[in-house]
């Protein structure tokens, strides 16, 4: 087994990531290939807590822009990530590993409502944790949740897989092939170029609780892995703390 660099992680998946090709809803051979580069951290016994967006499914900023009231079309978006988490686990439990979704909104019939020591048990046990349903406040984005789950369960790092993008550029490279990518970044940095990391709510939080923050592209086969065992792939921000 290869040397573990990270006992604990939080991996961020876009909802988009779930839609493949189709860029919209679920594919699940998508899922299933997502939960076979899952299943090779869960087999180096690195405890494994997972935060999916919803943005293939529905976006509640997007929703708002078009008359629909905020904190309504935030909900909506949180219940897309509760499809997400389950069809995840689904993928997972085929692959053979046990997992469990946890939503910051109350389901019982589908999911366990968010409980911190529950969660962190669960991991103790062998099982991945999906958390579902963002905080469970609209206003928030699933980037901070990542950052205030990896806090509260006191994860080492948060793996962020891109789609589409295998770092950090200081502007877009698909609009500008002069574009720089970074190695290293701290999260002043992040806030005050307003690059676009995660939101300044969950960069202020990575910044608090000294979390590092790995950005790497998902499109590679293996990255995922690779990232988890520390490699130096994407950009690392924060890497110091």
């Known amino acids: 087994m290869e040397n573990r660099k990270y006992k604990r992680i939080v991996l961020k998946l876009s909802g988009e990531a779930l839609a493949g090709d189709k860029g919209f809803g679920i594919d699940p051979i998508v899922a299933e290939t ?20 919803g943005g293939n499914i529905w976006r509640g900023l997007s929703g708002s822009t078009k008359g629909m009231e905020r904190a309504t079309a935030d909900y909506m978006g949180m219940l897309a990530t509760v499809m ?11 692959c053979g590993v046990d997992s469990r979704v946890q939503s910051a909104i109350t389901m019982q019939q589908v999911a366990e409502p968010y409980i911190r020591l529950r969660a962190i048990r669960h991991m103790e046990k062998g099982r991945v944790v999906i958390f579902a349903a963002g905080t469970g406040n609209p206003y928030f984005s699933t980037d901070t949740t990542a950052a205030l789950r990896a806090a509260e369960i006191d994860a080492d790092v948060i793996l962020m897989a891109k789609k589409n993008a295998d770092g950090v550029y200081d502007s877009d490279p698909r609009n500008n092939p002069s574009a720089k990518k970074f190695d290293e970044l701290n999260y002043i940095e992040i806030l005050n170029r307003g690059l676009e990391v995660m939101d300044s709510t969950a960069t202020s939080l990575c910044m608090d609780n000294k979390i590092p923050i790995i950005v790497f592209s998902m499109d590679k086969p293996g990255n995922m892995l690779e990232a988890a065992l520390g490699k130096n792939i994407g950009t690392i921000v924060g890497g110091d703390n």
Request: no cysteine.
């Open 34 to 53: 997502i939960a076979k580069e899952i299943k090779a951290i869960y087999e180096l016994k690195i405890d494994i807590a997972i935060v999916v967006g």
């Open 84 to 94: 997400n988490a389950l069809a995840l686990q689904d993928a997972l439990k085929n």
